[in-house]
């Protein structure tokens, strides 16, 4: 089963404009094309091709010693990716919900992201967790909670948050072909809200590299994942009374594009970082050390932050729970009056 062969023959097709959940099923489909080592399993992947459909056809065409399913036990899905991986293969093991993905914790934390460090660089573990993340679908607090600091807190790990079909589709390949464990949250929101065009050619997007999505002078605004939309609408918002905002989307977690962040805040003055996790160890405390530490005398008002609340994820009051461009604006008009 394990084979090393690559294909570098794809052909080229016109530009497609496409939704974030067809990116993520074409990176899949072409890196099992180009790389016969690729295998992907989880659970309800094979022949219903996933709770979502990421996985739908790829098992008619590749065949169930590549795509398959697993039984309900996460620390089994993680376990064999690892032991695959040691052994030579690309798995990319599907966590149903990222909220799902406790009972593989200590594979993930113990096992996959230690390889490298405790071998001495003899072995590695090149494998995919994806797995879809975060509120916005009346999911309750079972299938809506952003984990993504228990990873970003594991040294050993990558942690990637695509918010777009372009990003999705080439980080995904990027983290298919890396040589290291990297868990890749997929918005779910976002699957057929996000839309856009992706190239015919074969690309990935490096991960570790955010991008700016709006030039502006006034403040930056940041985040990643599934809150992107919101402030693009913020920023709408605020370009409507003057202000001229800066947007960046960090696409990457661990690691994450410091310099960049950094020289927009230099730039701008103010920032403001927002993301739907509790505010408790949210992944943007660590965003707003580094811009402190880095670009102090160029601040003109503290860090604002807006984030999901320190409590379950509830039922009802989903968009509440969520930032919202209504509160991310008024985060943005208290940086602005400081």
């Given amino acids: 089963m ?6 570098q023959d794809m052909p080229a097709a ?9 990116a993520v099923t074409e990176a899949l489909h072409e890196e099992m094309e180009r790389d016969s080592r690729v295998v992907l399993f989880g659970q309800d992947v094979g022949a219903r091709g996933g709770v979502f459909m990421a996985t739908a056809g790829l098992q008619a065409t590749f065949g ?15 376990g064999a990716a690892v032991g695959m991986a040691v052994r030579g ?28 460090y405790r071998s001495g660089g003899q072995y590695t573990a090149p494998l995919v967790i ?52 990297v868990i890749f949250f997929e918005p779910k929101r976002l699957y057929r809200a996000s839309k856009g065009e992706v190239p015919g050619h074969d690309y990935i997007v490096r991960i570790g590299e955010a991008v700016i999505r709006r030039e502006g002078t006034d403040l930056s605004l940041i985040g990643y994942g599934g809150v992107m939309p919101d402030l693009e609408r913020a920023a709408d918002a605020l370009a409507a009374e003057g202000v001229s905002v800066e947007v960046i989307d960090l696409r990457s977690l661990v690691p994450w594009d410091k310099e960049l962040v950094v020289a927009s805040v230099q730039k701008t003055g103010r920032a403001v970082l927002v993301s739907e996790a509790p505010r408790i160890s949210n992944f943007m405390g660590e965003v707003a050390y580094s811009i402190q530490a880095a670009a102090f005398d160029s601040l003109l008002a503290p860090v604002g932050q807006v984030a999901g609340f ?8 989903d968009k509440v729970y969520l930032p919202g461009p209504n509160r991310i604006t008024a985060a943005c008009v208290q940086a602005l009056n400081y």
Avoid: C, W
Wanted: glycine residues 8%.
């Fill in 89 to 116: 293969l690309r798995p990319v093991a599907e966590i149903q919900f990222a909220d799902y993905m406790g009972p593989g914790f200590d594979q993930i934390i113990s096992q996959a992201a230690k390889m490298r």
């Fill in 14 to 22: 016109e530009p497609r404009t496409i939704n974030l959940i067809t």
């Fill in 64 to 78: 169930k010693d590549r795509v398959f399913d697993t039984p309900l036990s996460e620390a089994s899905i993680v």
């Fill in 2 to 7: 394990i084979a090393t062969q690559e294909r």
């Fill in 130 to 181: 994806r797995t879809p993340s975060g509120g916005g679908v009346k999911g309750g607090h079972h299938h809506s909670q952003s984990p993504e600091s228990y990873y970003t807190h594991t040294p050993g790990l990558k942690v990637v948050m695509p918010s777009t079909p372009y990003d999705a589709k080439g980080l995904l390949k990027a983290a298919i072909r890396g040589e290291d464990p």
């Fill in 310 to 317: 320190d409590t379950p994820y509830p039922y009802v009051q």
